[in-house]
């Protein structure tokens, strides 16, 4: 069984750029989680998804942006890059039967931003 | 607000030794804790408690929740250097899957 994949792994954007990061689950998965990961923060939520709907937000500003298709792959957009939002981007999907709470997640997708 | 604490932030043993991780917590509607090691990239799923005083083991390694004092602790016995990595301790509320909140990981070193 596949795991969670996440396109790209590496990326370089300069400030002002937008980028767009994509999540595959593992199939079955109906849940896609993304997160944060930087030295000085560790790993903060940034949305959930289900079933094509947002069902939750962290505390970002809305140049964070996702969305979910039918197939359950998700996608990430930042808009207006910063120096600060240079950080691995993490993916994690579940599979809602019950309330497990384990998460599955992929490798990231490290973004550098110059 | 909700936070999640992890100690030490750092930990050097030599292969062996047993080391123990603590992980405190302030969620409000509690729902599980859980554990992950991230050795490079994507973290892996260790343990998920939500039960006060049932331990939970794999192996080596054994955890416990401790949910009157807002603790638990993993603890690896016999380290090894595979065990080197980051753990992370992170906190499921309310009735969410997805949203989980992250403590600052303990980075563990097993030397040879």
């Known amino acids: 069984k596949a795991g969670v994949t996440q396109t790209p792994r590496y990326l370089i954007k300069t400030r002002g750029q937008q980028v767009t990061l994509s999540c595959s689950p593992i199939?079955?998965?109906?849940?896609v989680s993304w997160y944060q990961q930087t030295p000085g923060q560790g790993l903060q939520f940034l949305f959930e998804?289900?079933?094509?709907?947002?069902?939750n937000k962290g505390n970002f500003p809305g140049r964070f942006s996702g969305r979910q298709f039918s197939n359950s792959r998700s996608e990430m957009n930042v808009s207006t890059l910063e120096l600060g939002d240079s950080a691995l981007y993490l993916c994690?999907?579940?599979?809602?039967?019950?309330?497990?709470?384990?998460?599955?997640f992929g490798e990231g997708s490290r973004l550098t931003v110059l | 607000e909700d936070k999640v604490v992890q100690s030490p932030l750092s930990l050097v043993v030599h292969e062996g030794d047993t080391v123990t991780l603590n992980c405190s917590y302030e969620?409000?509607?509690?729902?599980?804790l859980l554990w992950y090691k991230q050795e490079k990239k994507a973290p892996t799923f260790l343990f998920m408690l939500?039960?006060?005083?049932i331990e939970k083991k794999s192996g080596r390694l054994s955890s416990i929740l401790d949910k009157k004092e807002l603790f638990s602790i993993l603890n690896i016995t016999a380290t090894q250097t595979g065990d080197s990595a980051v753990y992370l301790c992170?906190?499921?509320?309310?009735?969410?899957?997805?949203?989980?909140?992250f403590g600052k990981g303990t980075k563990l070193s097993v030397k040879p």
């Open positions: 994690a999907s579940s599979f809602l039967q019950g309330r497990t709470g384990e998460l599955f």
């Open positions: 199939s079955g998965h109906r849940s």
């Open positions: 998804y289900f079933s094509e709907t947002q069902r």
């Open positions: 969620v409000t509607n509690f729902r599980s």
């Open positions: 939500t039960s006060s005083g």
């Open positions: 992170a906190v499921g509320y309310g009735g969410s899957q997805g949203n989980l909140i």
